[in-house]
């Protein structure tokens, strides 16, 4: 069946960096795209951008561009994402989800930056 | 960008009622619309997609409509299990764009 399993909690302290990863299976890895999505504690969801996994192009929202990056490990079937210079701001779930229509989501990656 | 507004924001609802939630979209995005089901502590799940497309094991009470702008999902004979928060997804246009949530709660 199809998994997108991520991987687990992180505390950082701001200004720190942090990387992410999401796990497909169950399908062909590049032969749909891979998007990330924040959600702020109690809050709603938000679009960040997505990665084309057969050339490797990301595309970012805007809200999303400098700090974040995309990126793959084809080979292993793995979304990554990484966030540079960690803010408080930034302390939210982070999910990966596939395809333009977000059919499938990964558990989510919950990242607390406090100092 | 393209907004959803998604109305109501909570509902208070009880066993058996027929439940209704709209999103309206600030420009045309067609049928580039789902729907999804968020649990507490859980990733969202997709029900609707399409616009009016169930998701396979989905519950057949589950329904997606569309009249113009306006994108709606209805939930027949609500179920205890039905309980969460719901959002709409455009995905027409980049940016992708969520409704804000329409929190179901039982009375």
């Known amino acids: 069946q199809i998994q997108l399993v991520q991987s687990g909690p992180e505390l950082k302290k701001p200004g720190e960096s942090v990387k992410i990863s999401c796990k497909a299976s169950?399908?062909?890895?590049?032969?749909?795209?891979m998007h990330w999505v924040k959600q702020a504690p109690g809050k709603g969801l938000k679009w960040m951008g997505w990665i084309n996994t057969y050339t490797g192009k990301p595309t970012y929202a805007d809200d999303f561009k400098g700090r974040f990056v995309f990126s793959l490990e084809a080979s292993a079937s793995t979304a990554n994402l990484q966030i540079s210079n960690l803010k408080n701001e930034d302390t939210a779930t982070y999910f990966c989800a596939r395809s333009r229509e977000l059919d499938y989501w990964g558990q989510g990656v919950m990242v607390t930056v406090s100092s | 960008d393209i907004q959803m507004t998604q109305s109501p924001s909570s509902m208070s609802v009880s066993l058996g009622d027929r439940v209704t939630i709209t999103c309206r979209a600030s420009q045309d995005i067609g049928n580039y619309l789902s729907w999804y089901q968020q649990k507490p502590e859980k990733s969202p799940k997709l029900m609707i997609y399409g616009a009016t497309n169930l998701e396979d094991g989905v519950p057949s009470r589950f329904s997606g409509s569309r009249s113009g702008s306006d994108y709606s999902l209805t939930i027949n004979s609500l179920e205890s299990e039905d309980t969460g928060i719901y959002f709409c997804?455009?995905?027409?246009?980049?940016?992708?764009?969520f409704g804000a949530g329409t929190k179901l709660e039982l009375k």
């Open positions: 997804l455009q995905h027409k246009q980049y940016p992708h764009t």
């Open positions: 169950g399908y062909t890895f590049t032969d749909y795209a």
